[in-house]
C-alpha cells in the first residue's frame, strides 16, 4: 500500500534526542509510569516471545489511554503482525514505538529493525508457505495507513489505526 509521503511519521529519534526530552524518573517509581504519556518506545529482544512483550506495553498504554476494546484488539493484532514479520524476516536490533496522535483519534504503531535478514526464521522455516504470509494483509485490512521507512540502520515498519476514546 503507497501512501503519500506526509503520512509517514518521521524516522525514530535517536537514543540521544530521547533522554534529552524524557523526564528522569523519580525514585521509588516503576518503570512502567514512563509509559503512561502520549508515545513510548522500547527495546526488544529479538526472539518469538517479544511478540508477547510488545502486546503487553503496547496493551497497557491503550488501557491507560482509555480506547475502546474494539479498538485496542485491532492494535493489538496489528503490533503481533509487525513485531512478528520482524522476528521472521529481519536482523536485529528491534524497537517498538507507539504513538498516541490526539488529532483524529489514531494510534500510530511501528517497529524498527536492523533490516533483512538473509535467513528465514525459525517459525517461516519449519511451515509450508500455505500457513505463512498473511500478516501483511491483516494490517493492510485493520489500518488506515501503513509502510515502510528505510534508514541507515534498517527499516521502520509503522500502521496507523483508529483508536476511539471510549464512552464515559
Do not use: F
Amino acid at each position: 500500500m503507497e501512501t503519500h509521503p506526509a503520512l509517514i511519521p518521521p524516522a525514530p529519534e535517536t537514543d540521544t534526542q530521547r533522554r534529552r526530552r524524557q523526564p528522569r524518573e523519580a525514585p521509588g517509581r516503576s518503570a512502567d509510569a514512563a509509559l503512561s504519556g502520549n508515545h513510548t518506545t522500547c527495546r526488544l529482544a529479538h526472539r518469538p516471545e517479544s511478540v508477547g512483550q510488545a502486546r503487553r506495553i503496547v496493551g497497557s498504554l491503550l488501557h491507560r489511554w482509555q480506547v475502546t476494546e474494539e479498538a485496542a484488539t485491532s492494535v493489538l493484532l496489528v503490533v503481533s503482525e509487525l513485531v512478528t514479520n520482524a522476528v521472521e524476516h529481519a536482523q536485529p536490533p528491534l524497537a517498538l514505538h507507539v504513538l498516541r496522535e490526539r488529532t483524529g483519534r489514531r494510534v500510530w504503531v511501528g517497529i524498527t529493525d536492523g533490516g533483512p535478514s538473509t535467513r528465514k526464521g525459525a517459525w517461516t522455516a519449519s511451515c509450508t508457505p500455505e500457513e505463512h504470509g498473511r500478516g501483511l494483509d491483516i494490517v493492510d485490512t485493520l489500518a488506515t495507513a501503513h509502510g515502510t521507512r528505510s534508514h541507515e540502520a534498517g527499516a521502520t515498519h509503522w500502521a496507523r489505526l483508529p483508536a476511539a476514546d471510549q464512552v464515559a
